[in-house]
């Protein structure tokens, strides 16, 4: 392995071989924040930071991607787009999230339908609608009768569902101008990015899971009533609330600082280096 990867985990869930894995031990002054600054100066290629709870853990992270590291990390938020918000509401100034972020991805996992009492059936053809789908098309859903197999759950088995957005020049502008969430969502559904509910449906339609799966994950009812916008989902996670944004247009607010950060990371540079 020629790339040095290193973690920093509470707690370690799977020990792997070749990588080396940081425990954070508060009490032994072990935190986040400071695992990473040790584990900054063996400069790493690559850095998994278990969970990015709080401002400094953040900004570390933010440093460690501008200065050439490849950075994974995790955070609490109802989707993909809200990741963007949630940090500038941490305290990370726009302008390094607009620069250190390439990705984000979020996922939820879904039970998988029974294998062994899997079934078809034919979907109400207002529910098709709400969907979008053709109710003349024979569109099947699926569902576990419950057997012996997944104790009568109908259920067996779990699968992620995930939305992946990938920053592009004018998510990095909206997030510049401190755009909340749904604005963030829109843009990059214009631009391709495939959301959650579309995953879910899919492997709806692929009779991997139900639909009450669907809609238990992703927080789109399945009544018959007209089709509603999704709204937050509880799944009993810790999950935040979206920050707040004064509102001004997009436009004056969007200068990309270059100066701002390369000021930053010379900053960090001489920092590393002390
Ligand atoms: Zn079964």
Same mark, same amino acid.
Do not use: N
């Given at each position: 392995m020629d790339k040095n990867i290193i973690t920093v985990e509470d707690p370690v869930e799977y020990r792997l071989r070749l990588i080396r894995q940081v425990q954070v031990n508060a009490r032994a002054g072990v935190t986040f924040a400071n695992g990473l600054r040790a584990i900054l100066r063996q400069d790493p290629d690559i850095i998994m930071i278990g969970e990015i709870r709080d401002v400094e853990t953040a900004e570390i992270a933010v440093q460690a991607a501008l200065t050439g590291h490849f950075v994974f990390s995790t955070l609490h938020t109802n989707d993909a787009a809200g990741a963007i918000p949630r940090l500038i509401h941490m305290g990370v100034e726009p302008f390094l999230v607009a620069s250190a972020l390439e990705g984000i991805m979020a996922q939820r996992l879904a039970r998988k339908i029974c294998p062994q009492c899997r079934e078809s059936y034919d979907p109400e053809p207002l529910l098709l609608e709400n969907f979008h789908l053709d109710p003349a098309a024979g569109i099947?859903?699926?569902?576990?009768?419950?057997?012996?197999?997944?104790? #009568?759950?109908?259920?067996? #088995?779990?699968?992620?569902?995930?939305?992946?957005?990938?920053?592009?020049?004018?998510?990095?502008?909206?997030?510049?101008?401190?755009?909340?969430? !749904?604005? $963030?969502?829109?843009q990059a559904r214009?631009?391709?990015?495939?959301?959650?509910? !579309?995953?879910?449906?899919?492997?709806?339609?692929? #009779?991997?899971?139900? $639909?009450?799966?669907? %809609?238990?994950?992703?927080? $789109?009812?399945?009544?018959?009533?007209?089709?509603?916008?999704?709204?937050?989902?509880?799944?009993?996670?810790?999950?935040?609330?979206?920050?707040?944004?004064?509102? %001004?247009?997009?436009?004056?607010r969007a200068v990309l600082a270059e100066k701002d950060v390369e000021e930053y990371q010379e900053k960090i540079t001489h920092w590393l280096s002390r």
């Open positions: 099947k859903f699926w569902r576990g009768r419950g057997c012996e197999h997944c104790r #009568g759950t109908g259920y067996k #088995g779990r699968v992620a569902v995930m939305e992946l957005v990938a920053m592009t020049p004018a998510l990095r502008r909206l997030t510049l101008s401190k755009a909340p969430g !749904d604005e $963030i969502k829109e214009a631009e391709g990015a495939v959301f959650m509910e !579309d995953d879910a449906l899919e492997k709806v339609l692929a #009779g991997v899971t139900s $639909i009450e799966e669907m %809609s238990r994950i992703t927080g $789109i009812k399945v009544d018959l009533a007209p089709a509603a916008p999704a709204e937050p989902v509880e799944t009993g996670e810790p999950l935040l609330a979206p920050a707040a944004f004064e509102e %001004s247009p997009a436009d004056e």
